[in-house]
């Protein structure tokens, strides 16, 4: 029997999922994460960021990675535009074959961004836009040490719980989850590079930071390649 037999089998649960190889983004190509927890708004924000651009004549300038998930369309959602909905044998396929830059199950669903959407946007010199959960923004900054995290926070604990009941897309249960486990998660602020507060009202001053943080790096580091 060889030595590779004896080997235990890979527990895909605690592997991050790193490829056997890696490749550089053009120069200047940005990956950035855009975190928070439930209800902090950044589909709305995404929304805003995608506005201003088609506004300035950039459309087409960023990629907006299409996450993919095990959980049900809500009301409006479109495969392939909101998320890519996959069943959850298909999701867990894709991700023992290393299909994932991060994948993470949250309340229940899991959660995972497309490697080769990433892959593509940059070596083709775009900006990519990720919008993951902190769970996942975590695996990605330990694989991708160029990454650039933007942690968006609500006013107040109790305004995120607000929020959160005036969508009503979640159980009573649910909800009550995503309420504990946004305490723990807004603790988390320090393990990201900018930190922006999302006020009740003011997405487009949220989106208006953002684009100036991401101006600013390019602007430091307008060479910088990632690795992904």
Partial sequence: ????????????????????????????????????PSGVGKD???DALRRREREAGREGDRHY????????????????????FLSRGEFLRMRAARG?????????????SPRDQVRKALMAGRDVILKIDV???????DQVSEALLIFVIPP??????????DRATESADELEIRQ????????RDKDYDHVVTNETGQVERTAERI??????????HPDRRVRV
């Fill in 44 to 46: 709305t924000i995404i």
């Fill in 156 to 165: 107040s604990l109790e305004e995120l719980f607000q929020r959160l009941r």
């Fill in 1 to 36: 029997m060889s030595d590779e037999t004896l080997q235990p089998p890979v527990d895909i649960a605690e592997d991050p999922g790193r490829p056997d190889f890696v490749i550089d983004g053009a120069p200047g190509a940005m990956l950035i994460i855009i975190s928070g």
């Fill in 180 to 187: 504990a486990n946004a305490a723990i998660e807004l603790a």
């Fill in 100 to 112: 994932f830059l991060e994948a993470n199950e949250v309340h229940g669903n899991w959660y995972g």
């Fill in 65 to 84: 990675v299409v996450t993919c998930t095990t959980r049900l369309p809500r009301n409006g959602e479109v495969d392939g535009v909101d998320y890519n």
């Fill in 135 to 141: 769970q996942g923004a975590r695996v990605v900054k």
């Fill in 211 to 220: 684009d100036e943080i991401i101006a600013d790096e390019h602007h430091r």
